[in-house]
């Protein structure tokens, strides 16, 4: 049975219901806000143990001003799974340029929560041109630069984990684990809802990409303006761990006090207002370039 969530919550969301669209890859679920043509869209990747609607205090408050797009990662919510039973981060990074080519849209400004990090990345590596700029918050490294053991020894045990609690009990004992001790029961139970809503054969797919992913090599030649933020209290990829995503994006790494894992949901005006920051940034950028 999958954990309940606060009724307000879930009518809030009502207000962006889920889309589905046809891509060269499959089909991808996704939540939209916004119709404005200035600057340039925010795309929402989250983590392994999330979706499209954790996204929900983003697309209310950068929607009044943004075109904002939160994707249900390919095997997750409304999205097909990729083709490639053990995918790599160039296969995620191949469907986020479909479903971008699916919508007409050539350019965004990424913001990845964790695994959704190394999403980003890997569409920045490959796509420079058609990213503006990169959020990273609480990014997972990914083990592709550990020794073969350690990937599958990584990997097996989250794969037991699933196979043993199934998705709900999942959410049930891990979810409390992604937000900092004094967080709110609000977003305690949005977290656990949506956790207890991830799809295993998905899950399983973004458990191999954790497995095999290297964050801060891909991050490497990527030039476009950055921010790499974790909360202060993340116990997930806490802030030692993410110095030197940091460090490889040659930018210091900003904290969020009083934030665990899911800072975006339990300190959301935080982040929102480093997305603007970076969106009014990015956007002066590309003027520059252009004049």
């Not at 009724?7 to 669209?21: C, K, N, Q, S």
């Not at 143990?49 to 904002?68: F, I, K, M, N, Y």
Request: proline share 7%.
């Amino acid at each position: 049975m999958l954990a309940s969530a606060p009724a307000a919550l879930l009518e809030r969301l009502a207000a962006f219901p889920a889309r589905r669209v046809s891509t060269r890859v499959g089909v991808i679920g996704y939540r939209e806000a916004g119709a404005s043509t200035a600057g340039t869209p925010l795309v929402l990747l989250h983590g392994i143990g999330s979706g499209a609607p954790s996204w929900l205090a983003q697309l209310e408050a950068l929607g009044a001003a943004h075109r904002v797009l939160a994707w249900d990662a390919p095997g997750y919510g409304e999205s097909a799974p990729l083709a490639a039973r053990e995918p790599v981060a160039a296969d995620y990074a191949d469907a986020l340029a479909a479903w971008l080519d699916a919508l007409a849209i050539e350019r965004v400004l990424l913001v990845g929560h964790s695994l959704g990090a190394v999403m980003a990345g890997a569409f920045a590596r490959v796509a420079p041109q058609r990213v503006s700029g990169l959020l990273l918050c609480s990014p997972a490294a990914g083990y592709g630069a550990a020794s073969a053991e350690q990937r599958a020894a990584k990997r097996d045990a989250r794969l037991a984990l699933l196979e043993s609690l199934g998705p709900a009990g999942l959410a049930a004992q891990r979810s409390a684990n992604l937000l900092a001790p004094h967080a709110e029961p609000g977003a305690r139970a949005w977290v656990q809802w949506n956790m207890a809503r991830i799809v295993p054969d998905g899950y399983r797919q973004a458990t191999h990409l954790l497995a095999q992913a290297d964050l801060a090599a891909d991050l490497t030649d990527y030039a476009g303006p950055v921010e790499v933020v974790v909360g202060a209290a993340d116990a997930i990829t806490p802030p030692a761990a993410c110095e030197p995503i940091a460090a490889a994006a040659r930018v210091p790494l900003q904290r969020i006090e009083g934030a665990g894992h899911a800072c975006y949901i339990e300190t959301p005006s935080s982040l929102n207002a480093l997305i603007e920051a970076l969106s009014r940034r990015a956007n002066a950028s590309a003027s520059a370039s252009k004049s």
